[in-house]
């Protein structure tokens, strides 16, 4: 799928292709969905919850996607959300195949347990002791395949810490652009710094850049959002991006 070979385990009256899951239900097997199948169950420590990481073929797209829902999802009766997101997630389907698909879901098992972490940024591992970096995407560290990020809910920001370009564009482009002036190469240390304050036991904070109009502070701001997403200018922007805007009352920032 998406250029990845899958394999995973069918339960009992189920079948599985390259075209999708099928319902064992006499001589000929009926087409029930596009391939689809539960990758881990993620155990969330501080609540004690389990949810569970679906993966599966977006047909629209031929690539592989991810969707962590509650594991009590699998049981709520219908009108059940999770078809729904499953639809929206490229899952190719009939609606009166739905509930095959989700009593297709609930008998499938997996031993692959992860450990959820629900906050960005390090993550002290409960059982090895490491430290773990986490990002929306991905994790850095020792355990990173034991890890996996489990937001309460999904921000504005987290979505788009997203990447674009490699590493010698970024350089090329934006870093090598800010030597010998010492605003942006501020910005740009700050960045860095920030997921570097938990480790030297340091508290967070921030910097008011201020200028008349048209002096580059917004261009400032550009430059230390490059490194984790979309940097585009909010007033340009045809979409959410990773730069958010003080739009807030002083009662809502407290």
Known sequence: IGGTTVSFDTP??????????FLENGPDPELICSPLWIDSIIHEPISGDYNILIKGKNSLSGN??????????????????????????????DQKRMKDVLKYLTKQGTNNILTGCIKLGWHKHEKTGSMN???????????????????????????NMTKSGSLEEWKVNISFKTKGNPIPQFALGA????????????????????????RGKTICLQIAASPWGDATDTAEATKEVYIQRWSSTGNAIE
């Open 191 to 214: 960045s860095f710094a920030a997921p570097l304050l938990e480790l030297v036991n340091l508290d967070g904070g921030g910097f008011h850049i201020y200028a008349h109009s048209s």
């Open 133 to 159: 970096f986490i990002h929306p995407q991905y994790v850095i560290g020792p355990d990173k395949d034991d890890l996996k990020y489990l937001p309460v809910e999904e921000s504005v920001t987290e979505s």
């Open 64 to 93: 592989i996607f991810e969707l962590s829902t509650p594991r009590s999802s699998l049981f709520q009766a219908f009108p059940n959300p999770l078809p729904t997101e499953l639809y929206n997630k490229g899952v190719e389907t």
């Open 12 to 21: 009992n009256g189920f079948s599985a292709t390259e075209e999708g899951i």
